[in-house]
């Protein structure tokens, strides 16, 4: 009896908690954790520029474990490779105290695959550490992958191709641009009328036909009173280009101008001269070199594009050596070349006759 009353009284004390007790609180979900904070991306290179180092940049102060050697395969097939050239060999010198030995070698006198791809195929065979080379149409591609999947960085200069490949940079002038320059150089020299003529080097040089067609693009956009004769090809020479230029204005008494995208304008600016038509049939060409330069300071020329020649010898070089050895990499991909418009007027700011 009395156990029954001692277990009454302790459920009847249990009761009495439990009213008394405060209501449970409803569950704060709880946040995630957060994410750890991720470093940022390396930014990568511009698509264009043009550097302000081009034409001088200079070694990374770091020696290599190994003795190094570089390829630059270029042309001298005319004048305009001297400054190029010029520009591997200053390369080379600066390049020596680092062990690093860059070499100058001519595959042939065409910028074509058939020509420079051997010479690629050569470069890998010889183990060289890095490559520069001359890339004038589509099928320098599959050399240039080759090259780079077998562990070389490849640049090229002064012709690149449409097709991507796998080349580290590209070093030389926006060309499609430059003709654009010549179309309108050109209009303004003939007074926005006239029959022009197109001397190209070839045809299946890529490089030739983006200042061919930006030329015949900026003429047919903005100058319907301009028109251009069906082009020919003088393979960069100024003999070919001097024949040429004199069957055109035989063939066109009425010939305003004569428009010449690469090698050799100044045979063309030589036949203008030579027929007495200096003023009457106005010359478009490129480059500074001083056989052009000399025509230009008479006015047979009436403008000429630059593109630093130069640097599209000396940059690759020095550039690639940074790249392997202090994993410096350019700012960009294509490192556009200055582009200067020399006319008569400006030609002293540009050029001094040679002694």
């Not at 020479?237 to 063939?251: C, L, N, P, R």
């Not at 001083?290 to 130069?310: C, H, L, R, W």
């Amino acid at each position: 009896m009395k156990v029954n009353r001692l277990l009454s009284a302790s459920m009847a004390l249990a009761a009495l908690l439990a009213a008394c007790a405060a209501p449970a609180r409803p569950a704060v979900p709880t946040a995630p954790p957060a994410e750890p904070a991720q470093p940022p991306a390396a930014a990568a290179p511009k698509e264009m520029c043009t550097p302000a180092d081009e034409g001088v940049v200079k070694p990374v102060d770091q020696k290599p474990d190994k003795p190094m050697k570089i390829a630059v395969l270029g042309l001298e097939n005319n004048p305009f490779w001297i400054p190029v050239k010029e520009g591997a060999l200053k390369a080379a010198e600066e390049l020596k105290p680092y062990g690093v030995t860059v070499e100058w070698i001519v595959p042939g006198d065409q910028h074509t695959s058939e020509v420079f791809g051997q010479a690629i195929e050569s470069a890998i065979v010889k183990r060289y550490d890095a490559i520069a080379t001359v890339a004038g149409d589509a099928g320098m591609v599959p050399f240039i992958n080759r090259a780079v999947e077998a562990g070389i960085p490849v640049a090229t200069f002064n012709s690149e191709t449409a097709e991507p490949n796998k080349r580290l940079f590209f070093v030389g002038a926006d060309l499609y641009l430059q003709g654009q320059t010549a179309g309108k150089a050109m209009a303004e020299a003939i007074g926005g009328k006239g029959k022009v003529a197109i001397i190209t080097g070839f045809f299946a040089v890529e490089a030739h036909e983006l200042r061919r067609k930006g030329f015949e693009d900026y003429i047919k956009q903005n100058h319907p009173d301009i028109t251009i004769l069906p082009p020919v090809e003088n393979q960069d020479k100024a003999d070919i280009a001097f024949s040429q230029a004199k069957d055109f204005m035989t063939a066109n008494p009425d010939l305003a101008g004569i428009y010449v995208t690469a090698g050799g304008p100044f045979g063309a600016a030589r036949a203008v001269e030579e027929a007495g038509m200096t003023g009457k049939v106005k010359v478009i060409s490129f480059d500074f070199v001083d056989e052009t330069m000399e025509y230009v300071k008479k006015g047979v020329i009436s403008a000429t594009i630059g593109q630093n020649p130069f640097a599209q010898g000396h940059d690759p070089a020095i550039r690639l050596y940074n790249y392997l050895v202090g994993k410096v990499q350019p700012e960009c991909v294509k490192l556009v070349t200055r582009a200067d418009l020399v006319t008569k007027d400006n030609i002293d700011q540009f050029w001094k006759p040679s002694q």
